[in-house]
């Protein structure tokens, strides 16, 4: 997340803080954002899809807390026209991620700005939210979170908080961006979009980035220990619980005639694996 990062486990009303956060200085000359978003849309490519709507009345579990949180209105977060991000916004730039690396998100949902300093933030749960129409490298950013705390278990999680990665982290004279300079998780989330862009873009971020050295190890450990969790192709291996459906309503005059929708898939035969979150990130979010 750029802007102010806030990182927050809910479970205990405590603010997270690591020890010793990443203090090398931002990569020279700078990553240019543009071209790297444009390099990004150039080779990440949209996916054909299709959609349909829950009958009237009904919204994830999720999606109704947030807009309870932020004094939104349920019903309105099917019609889009205050969000930041359009219906088609969310379905292109999503369906351009890696469908293994897109999988570790659960709801995207869009809302208007919250006046918190954040274009987008991600819980723990899988649930990610954008508060205007998301670069494609915004998104590697959010999801790349999501991978830090959930696609690595066999190791210290969140993984930017293990010695592999900070051990690799000092061993580069730079960091990918200013940002990434905040906290490790901001560090490992920022290097993602390097590590997506030097694997899918021919030439890799060299392209961009004369003194890639400065930040290999960080980018190379990102790669490596992910591997084709961010390369397009392949299939969904990865799915959080589905949060159920309920009333967008309390109201006792609110009524639903359409029926419950029907959530889940079938795991059974499928090379599925449910994402269970850690006692050591359960109920984590971080926004900016």
Request: net charge negative; glycine share 10%.
């Amino acid at each position: 997340m750029r802007g102010q990062s806030i990182v927050v486990t809910v479970s205990l009303g405590l603010t997270l803080v690591a020890a010793g956060n990443p203090n090398k200085p931002e990569v020279s000359p700078r990553i240019p954002y543009d071209r790297l978003e444009n390099d990004l849309r150039n080779n990440l490519h949209p996916t054909q899809s299709t959609w349909d709507y829950w009958g009237a009345g009904w919204i994830p579990q999720g999606c109704k807390d947030l807009a309870n949180t932020y004094h939104l209105n349920p019903a309105d977060f099917t019609i889009f026209n205050d969000a930041g991000a359009s219906e088609i916004d969310m379905i292109d730039i999503f369906g351009r991620l890696p469908v293994r690396m897109r999988s570790y998100i659960r709801h995207l949902m869009a809302t208007p700005g919250l006046n918190d300093g954040a274009a987008a933030w991600t819980w723990s749960s899988g649930d990610c939210v954008v508060e205007s129409a998301p670069n494609l490298a915004t998104l590697v950013h959010e999801v790349s979170h999501s991978l830090d705390w959930h696609a690595l278990p066999q190791y210290q999680q969140p993984f930017s908080s293990s010695s592999i990665w900070q051990d690799n982290y000092n061993q580069d004279s730079a960091t990918p961006t200013g940002y990434g300079r905040t906290n490790w998780m901001e560090n490992f989330a920022e290097t993602g979009t390097v590590g997506v862009y030097d694997k899918v873009v021919p030439g890799g971020i060299g392209n961009i980035e004369p003194n890639w050295n400065a930040i290999f190890h960080q980018y190379a450990t990102y790669q490596g220990y992910l591997g084709d969790k961010i390369i397009p192709g392949g299939s969904c291996a990865n799915r959080f619980k589905d949060m159920p459906p309920v009333a967008m309503s309390n109201s006792v005059k609110f009524k639903i005639t359409s029926p419950k929708p029907e959530i889940g898939i079938d795991l059974v035969g499928k090379n599925i694996t449910q994402i269970i979150p850690s006692k050591e990130v359960e109920g984590l979010y971080i926004k900016g």
